[in-house]
């Protein structure tokens, strides 16, 4: 165990790392599950890299078909940035709630978050489908296979945060706030965070650059 | 016991621990998490204002046409770092270097990811013939 601690605290401090295993095992252990969830997902920002340079290198091959300025509508794009961001923040504060044992404040502003995140998926199947219907889908070009497959992955990644959100406050409900929980947690809003760092470049380098252009 | 053993924990944290977890804001005391919401606040005003500009910029009329994508991709990297100063407390403090090395990593294959990427296939497509003379030559 002593070595999980040294290989996680990395400081060439000798002092501290004999002391590490006898106090504070609990905060240890919370820096190692962060670490390592932070760690999955530096690896998964670079999966959705190797999506956006795909799609970066393809934006020009609509094969005659429809081009990013002829499909986006800024309203739609808008409307989900101002929902995931706003969810960022009542993560945030979910977090700052079961930190601070607060259960109401923890209920409500992860129900808040479930609500924001089903709201921006909403708008983003029916973006899909409305392009989909109009014949744009993702058969109909290099840049829009590109294209469904970028945006749809980030929209799995809400989704699969949506389920782990659930189970955040079923677990809480259930369990209370114990250690372990709470740590699950942290690893729940950092996901949650990284997804709109992602959609930050998403909504800047796909859609206002395609409408730019 | 309760609050004595809340500050206890709170000086384990904040004096003798050597490293933060990321996304970790140190909020024990029930006391503290007035700071701990008002960090979140600020980041979210600024990434608010952030958007704003960004969405501003692809529309507007004002700004030379193709500067636009830079300046998009600089607004972008600025909301990425409010977003994680602020929402995910990743700062160049000395208990956040683990945080930070693995990120700087990441931004470094990302960066020779998308770039590269992009590098080779422009020159690519500099070098290829066009479609229709290829077509012809199929014949």
Same mark, same amino acid.
Request: charged letters at 10%; a negative charge; glycine letters at 10%.
């Given at each position: 165990m002593s070595a999980v601690h040294a290989a996680a605290k990395g400081h060439a401090h000798g002092a501290d790392l004999t002391e590490a295993?006898?106090?504070?095992h609990a905060e240890s252990q919370r820096i190692v599950v962060a670490y390592g969830f932070w760690i999955f997902l530096i690896s998964d920002i670079i999966m959705f890299a190797a999506f956006f340079a795909t799609y970066a290198v393809l934006t020009d091959s609509t094969a005659g078909g429809p081009s990013g300025k002829d499909l986006f509508g800024i309203g739609n794009v808008a409307l989900e940035t101002a929902f995931l961001l706003t969810s960022s923040l009542t993560c945030g504060l979910a977090g700052i709630g079961a930190q601070a044992r607060n259960q109401k404040l923890f209920y409500i502003s992860m129900a808040i978050t479930f609500v924001l995140g089903a709201a921006f998926l909403v708008l983003e199947l029916r973006e899909f489908a409305e392009m989909i219907e109009a014949g744009?889908?993702?058969?109909?070009s290099g840049f829009l296979s590109a294209f469904f497959a970028l945006i749809g992955c980030h929209g799995f990644h809400v989704t699969a945060g949506l389920l782990w959100l659930l189970t955040m406050m079923a677990q809480v409900y259930a369990k209370g706030f114990r250690d372990d929980i709470l740590r699950r947690m942290l690893c729940f809003s950092l996901f949650w965070h990284t997804l709109d760092i992602i959609w930050v470049a998403l909504f800047s380098l796909v859609y206002l650059v395609g409408v730019a252009q | 016991m309760s609050t004595n053993g809340g500050e206890s924990t709170l000086a384990v944290h904040g004096m003798e621990q050597g490293d933060t977890a990321p996304g970790?804001?140190?909020? =024990?005391?029930?006391?503290?998490?007035a700071q701990g919401i008002k960090g979140y606040a600020i980041g979210f005003v600024l990434a608010v204002g952030l958007t704003c500009v960004s969405f501003y910029m692809a529309r507007?009329? +004002? =700004?030379w046409a193709p500067s636009i994508p830079i300046a998009l991709s600089v607004l972008a990297m600025a909301q990425m770092g409010v977003h994680l100063v602020?929402? +995910?407390?990743?700062?160049?403090?000395?208990?956040n270097v683990n945080n930070v090395l693995a990120l700087a990593f990441g931004v470094l294959i990302v960066m020779l990811l998308v770039f590269g990427s992009l590098w080779i296939m422009t020159h690519l497509n500099h070098m290829a013939m066009p479609m229709d003379q290829m077509m012809k030559m199929q014949r």
């Amino acid at each position: 165990m002593s070595a999980v601690h040294a290989a996680a605290k990395g400081h060439a401090h000798g002092a501290d790392l004999t002391e590490a295993g006898g106090h504070g095992h609990a905060e240890s252990q919370r820096i190692v599950v962060a670490y390592g969830f932070w760690i999955f997902l530096i690896s998964d920002i670079i999966m959705f890299a190797a999506f956006f340079a795909t799609y970066a290198v393809l934006t020009d091959s609509t094969a005659g078909g429809p081009s990013g300025k002829d499909l986006f509508g800024i309203g739609n794009v808008a409307l989900e940035t101002a929902f995931l961001l706003t969810s960022s923040l009542t993560c945030g504060l979910a977090g700052i709630g079961a930190q601070a044992r607060n259960q109401k404040l923890f209920y409500i502003s992860m129900a808040i978050t479930f609500v924001l995140g089903a709201a921006f998926l909403v708008l983003e199947l029916r973006e899909f489908a409305e392009m989909i219907e109009a014949g744009a889908g993702p058969s109909r070009s290099g840049f829009l296979s590109a294209f469904f497959a970028l945006i749809g992955c980030h929209g799995f990644h809400v989704t699969a945060g949506l389920l782990w959100l659930l189970t955040m406050m079923a677990q809480v409900y259930a369990k209370g706030f114990r250690d372990d929980i709470l740590r699950r947690m942290l690893c729940f809003s950092l996901f949650w965070h990284t997804l709109d760092i992602i959609w930050v470049a998403l909504f800047s380098l796909v859609y206002l650059v395609g409408v730019a252009q | 016991m309760s609050t004595n053993g809340g500050e206890s924990t709170l000086a384990v944290h904040g004096m003798e621990q050597g490293d933060t977890a990321p996304g970790d804001e140190r909020v =024990v005391a029930h006391a503290e998490y007035a700071q701990g919401i008002k960090g979140y606040a600020i980041g979210f005003v600024l990434a608010v204002g952030l958007t704003c500009v960004s969405f501003y910029m692809a529309r507007s009329s +004002l =700004v030379w046409a193709p500067s636009i994508p830079i300046a998009l991709s600089v607004l972008a990297m600025a909301q990425m770092g409010v977003h994680l100063v602020f929402f +995910l407390h990743i700062t160049t403090g000395p208990d956040n270097v683990n945080n930070v090395l693995a990120l700087a990593f990441g931004v470094l294959i990302v960066m020779l990811l998308v770039f590269g990427s992009l590098w080779i296939m422009t020159h690519l497509n500099h070098m290829a013939m066009p479609m229709d003379q290829m077509m012809k030559m199929q014949r």
